[in-house]
């Protein structure tokens, strides 16, 4: 019914950038909010930003506040995270997932992306 697909995962260096992307298909795209959480190995799954259904609103986790931008086309139905100056500890699976209604923040989201990787040597 409703499916993600992240996109743009992928061994980088330390201080490369990288763009992810999350392709969205189903139902009305717009109704959506979309959030990315990582998960490192031996840890929990963890926020990192979101975007509100009209991209009016944006939000970051502090670990990636000034190096990290979201933004979504409702045309295309892709929302994009833009990734700079990307450290080691950022090597994680990144997951985009999409919700209606509460908040962004919490992983309690109706519907999830497989994941992608990016594994960040230093």
């Known amino acids: 019914q409703v499916q993600l697909v992240e996109s743009g995962g992928g061994l980088v260096q330390a201080g490369a950038s990288l763009r992810l992307s999350c392709a969205y298909s189903?139902?009305?795209?717009?109704?959506?909010?979309v959030g990315w959480f990582r998960q490192a190995p031996g840890k929990e799954r963890e926020f990192v930003t979101a975007v509100t259904w009209n991209g009016g609103r944006t939000f970051y986790a502090d670990s990636v506040k000034g190096r990290c931008t979201i933004s979504r086309d409702n045309v295309k139905n892709t929302v994009y995270v833009q990734m700079n100056g990307l450290k080691p500890e950022d090597t994680a699976v990144y997951f985009c997932?999409?919700?209606?209604?509460?908040?962004?923040?919490?992983?309690?989201?109706?519907?999830w992306g497989q994941g992608t990787q990016v594994p960040v040597s230093s």
């Open positions: 189903g139902r009305t795209f717009r109704s959506y909010h």
């Open positions: 997932a999409a919700r209606r209604s509460g908040s962004v923040l919490k992983n309690d989201y109706e519907y």
